[in-house]
């Protein structure tokens, strides 16, 4: 039997901040027995802050994007009746056969091309790890990879870890505009400056996260001109809140001419039912990229949970029909979700307004970037500097902080989507989530509407 020396049993308290202080004796570097890979990755970050900072001070949290509410109770069926249906054993590594059957139809309608459901679905624990396997299998070291910031703050960190490099794209604010679509502009000169001979993927996130902006044809057609000068540059298209959209029809990519062949299009199952502890999300696209996925998958978790997958594929099915709740009936499940989320988007706008908060409006996804330029920062909370925040601290962490404290809602500061040389550009933003209960938005209002601070002159 093999025995770990006393010695080295307590290097493990490395692993964790508490147990970092009560070993002061032991080498300063978290995770010094771990892979540089990890190196500046160690660090807490804003989701470790803000949420027990909320918990602490009893605040509505508004920051981070998952639904207070359970899933439909068709998809609760679902999962039981999969459950007790004999699908508890390994599926197939690409994907279990009856969930690939139903996204090859979905996205054979929606890209207008014949998706085979053999080898052009790939299933992953959720789009997380389908963009970690992605990355994995279409990175070497020193490859590039273009971010469009502010961007979800898992991108850049699954580009480090698969070898890459991130090459920052900035969206450029157009002050005058008061929808994110307008209000958030990717200059197509700056994007095409950024792209060298080492650039392998773009990724893409429409409806787009943190902002809700949502790109939209002729951005698109102008970013895919540009991707195909460049023969090895694959897109990466992020489409997880495709069903949240409250104008208009969401557009994939992946469906312009030309862009199929090199984009893989992700999305997954937690948003649109709000099962996000379901983990099961997708890659749709030409076989030499979904082998990317399923060549890293097949060597790590082999195949995404069976029962999940089958009540999934369900669940698609059953959202194409019409849908029935509070004695109101829907054309369907997904036209239904794009009314309650407007409704919550709406009197999140109306909350933040009676704080002197103004709301950049989105068209869809979860959240509200809201210009906070009125409200005054004590010093006090901009001399502070935590674990997780950026040296020096900056304005809208500062101001997240005092909000939790004095106000009693928490948001997120949008310079953790932002790379160290341009979250200056996150300056007097902070990010609100909407996916909540309208009665938890409601208590919010309350909240804001008497939050009492100085004003910037």
């Given at each position: 039997?093999?025995?770990?020396?006393?010695?080295?049993?307590?290097?493990?308290?490395?692993?964790?901040?508490?147990?970092?202080?009560?070993?002061?004796?032991?080498?300063?570097?978290?995770?010094?027995?771990?892979?540089s890979?990890?190196?500046?990755?160690?660090?807490?970050t804003?989701w470790?802050e803000?949420?027990?900072?909320?918990t602490?001070?009893?605040a509505?949290?508004?920051?981070?994007?998952?639904?207070?509410?359970?899933?439909?109770?068709?998809?609760?069926?679902?999962?039981?009746?999969?459950?007790?249906?004999?699908?508890?054993?390994?599926?197939?590594?690409?994907?279990?056969?009856?969930?690939?059957?139903?996204?090859?139809?979905?996205?054979?309608?929606?890209?207008?091309?014949e998706i085979?459901?053999?080898?052009?679905i790939?299933?992953?624990?959720?789009?997380?790890?389908?963009?970690?396997?992605?990355?994995?299998?279409?990175?070497?070291?020193?490859?590039?990879v273009?971010?469009?910031?502010?961007?979800?703050?898992?991108?850049?960190?699954?580009?480090?870890?698969?070898g890459?490099?991130?090459?920052f794209?900035?969206?450029?604010?157009?002050?005058?505009?008061?929808?994110?679509?307008?209000?958030?502009?990717?200059?197509?000169?700056?994007?095409?400056?950024?792209?060298?001979?080492?650039?392998?993927?773009?990724?893409l996130?429409?409806p787009?996260?943190?902002?809700?902006?949502?790109?939209?044809?002729?951005?698109?057609?102008?970013?895919?001109?540009?991707?195909?000068?460049?023969?090895?540059?694959?897109?990466?298209s992020?489409?997880?809140?495709?069903?949240?959209?409250?104008?208009?029809?969401?557009?994939?990519?992946?469906?312009?001419?030309?862009?199929?062949?090199?984009?893989?299009?992700?999305?997954?199952?937690?948003?649109?039912?709000?099962?996000?502890?379901?983990?099961?999300?997708?890659?749709?696209?030409?076989?030499?990229?979904?082998?990317?996925?399923?060549?890293v998958?097949?060597?790590?978790?082999?195949?995404?949970?069976?029962?999940?997958?089958?009540?999934?594929?369900?669940?698609?099915?059953?959202?194409?029909?019409?849908?029935?709740?509070d004695?109101?009936?829907?054309?369907?499940?997904?036209?239904?979700?794009?009314?309650?989320?407007?409704?919550?988007?709406?009197?999140?706008i109306?909350?933040?307004?009676?704080?002197?908060?103004?709301?950049?409006?989105?068209?869809?996804?979860?959240?509200?970037?809201?210009?906070?330029?009125?409200?005054?920062?004590?010093?006090?909370?901009?001399?502070?500097?935590?674990?997780?925040?950026?040296?020096?601290?900056?304005?809208?962490?500062?101001?997240?902080?005092?909000?939790?404290?004095?106000?009693?809602?928490t948001?997120?500061?949008?310079?953790?989507?932002?790379?160290?040389?341009?979250?200056?550009?996150?300056?007097?933003?902070?990010r609100?989530?909407?996916c909540?209960?309208?009665?938890?938005?409601?208590?919010?209002?309350?909240?804001?509407?008497?939050?009492?601070?100085?004003?910037m002159i």
């Amino acid at each position: 039997e093999m025995k770990m020396s006393s010695a080295f049993i307590p290097s493990l308290a490395l692993r964790s901040p508490v147990g970092r202080k009560a070993g002061s004796h032991l080498p300063t570097r978290l995770f010094s027995y771990l892979s540089s890979r990890l190196d500046g990755l160690d660090k807490p970050t804003v989701w470790n802050e803000f949420s027990p900072l909320a918990t602490k001070h009893g605040a509505i949290n508004l920051g981070q994007g998952f639904p207070d509410w359970e899933p439909p109770e068709f998809a609760v069926e679902a999962f039981k009746e999969a459950l007790s249906g004999g699908y508890n054993q390994y599926a197939r590594s690409y994907a279990h056969s009856n969930l690939a059957n139903v996204l090859a139809n979905k996205y054979s309608k929606r890209l207008g091309l014949e998706i085979n459901s053999e080898d052009m679905i790939a299933a992953a624990v959720g789009c997380t790890n389908a963009l970690y396997c992605a990355l994995q299998g279409l990175l070497d070291k020193g490859d590039e990879v273009i971010l469009l910031e502010p961007a979800f703050d898992i991108y850049d960190a699954q580009v480090k870890m698969a070898g890459g490099v991130s090459k920052f794209v900035p969206l450029r604010c157009n002050d005058e505009a008061t929808n994110a679509d307008d209000y958030y502009t990717l200059d197509m000169d700056e994007l095409e400056d950024a792209i060298s001979e080492k650039t392998k993927v773009l990724i893409l996130n429409t409806p787009h996260n943190p902002t809700g902006k949502i790109f939209n044809k002729d951005e698109m057609l102008a970013i895919s001109r540009i991707c195909q000068k460049y023969k090895n540059l694959v897109v990466i298209s992020d489409e997880v809140y495709e069903h949240i959209i409250f104008k208009g029809e969401h557009l994939s990519i992946a469906s312009l001419p030309g862009m199929f062949e090199r984009t893989l299009t992700l999305s997954s199952s937690g948003k649109t039912f709000s099962n996000t502890g379901w983990k099961v999300g997708w890659a749709v696209g030409p076989p030499h990229l979904v082998k990317a996925v399923t060549a890293v998958q097949q060597w790590v978790n082999f195949s995404t949970p069976t029962p999940n997958q089958e009540a999934v594929a369900r669940c698609l099915v059953i959202a194409e029909e019409p849908y029935s709740i509070d004695g109101k009936t829907y054309e369907t499940y997904y036209d239904y979700l794009s009314n309650s989320y407007k409704e919550k988007r709406d009197l999140l706008i109306t909350a933040l307004e009676s704080a002197g908060i103004k709301p950049i409006v989105p068209n869809g996804g979860f959240f509200i970037i809201g210009d906070t330029a009125k409200i005054a920062c004590p010093d006090s909370y901009l001399a502070e500097t935590t674990e997780a925040s950026p040296d020096p601290m900056t304005r809208d962490w500062a101001l997240s902080r005092y909000m939790t404290k004095e106000a009693g809602v928490t948001a997120i500061p949008p310079s953790a989507f932002y790379s160290p040389e341009t979250r200056h550009l996150a300056g007097n933003t902070l990010r609100f989530a909407y996916c909540k209960s309208n009665d938890t938005i409601l208590e919010a209002h309350e909240k804001l509407a008497t939050f009492e601070y100085e004003e910037m002159i």
